[in-house]
């Protein structure tokens, strides 16, 4: 019985830590040797409820979160990835993007169902990762500059926290 331990044990220690599944229907984008794409890292949720989305925009003040039709339209880069928010473990998800280059990148938490960004309920997240505070937030905030492969970063979700604004949940 203590060989069976022992030899489980050893196998579990090999084995290292398991890999978080990256999330979205760019998943794929994210495996090793593939790219161009973002692999973001979501820290800080309030819960585990609705959904997470990811919209890549241009990586100029102008074109940051204008609507998705217009960029499109205008053959400006835009792309969106919604997944539902996991229940638990760390939550990673996948956005490609055309080319190398650099891109304005917005997290946000919908945590009430609707298709609406509502302040009083919902999260929001910038690679910058500073504090949003009440004001929009400028494009300096969400850049994020990918190369040929996989870029990775780490977003801490924001919700609104009074007077202040928007800021993380934990301190």
């Known amino acids: ?11 579990v220690v090999s084995a290292g830590p398991a890999r978080a599944q990256v999330l979205g229907s760019d998943a794929a984008a994210c495996r090793p040797g593939e790219g161009p794409a973002i692999a973001v890292e979501i820290t800080g949720l ?29 053959g400006k880069t835009f792309r969106r990835v919604v997944v539902p928010t996991p229940a638990s473990g760390p939550a990673t998800m996948c956005i490609r993007v055309p080319r190398p280059g650099r891109y304005a990148l917005l997290l946000t938490h919908n945590r009430d169902g609707k298709n609406k960004f509502s302040v009083w309920s919902d999260g929001a997240g910038f690679a910058s990762n500073v504090k949003l505070g009440r004001s929009r937030p400028k494009v300096e905030q969400a ?28 301190p």
Not at 47 to 68: H, M, Q, S, V
């Open 143 to 170: 850049l994020v500059e990918v190369g040929a492969g996989v870029t990775s970063v780490q977003i801490a979700a924001q919700y609104l926290r009074g007077l202040g604004g928007f800021g993380p949940v934990t």
């Open 1 to 11: 019985m203590i060989r069976y331990g022992l030899a489980v044990l050893a196998s």
């Open 46 to 74: 309030k819960d585990r409820t609705g959904a997470l989305k990811l919209e890549l925009y241009p990586g100029d003040e102008a074109d940051f979160l204008k609507d998705d039709r217009d960029l499109i339209a205008a």
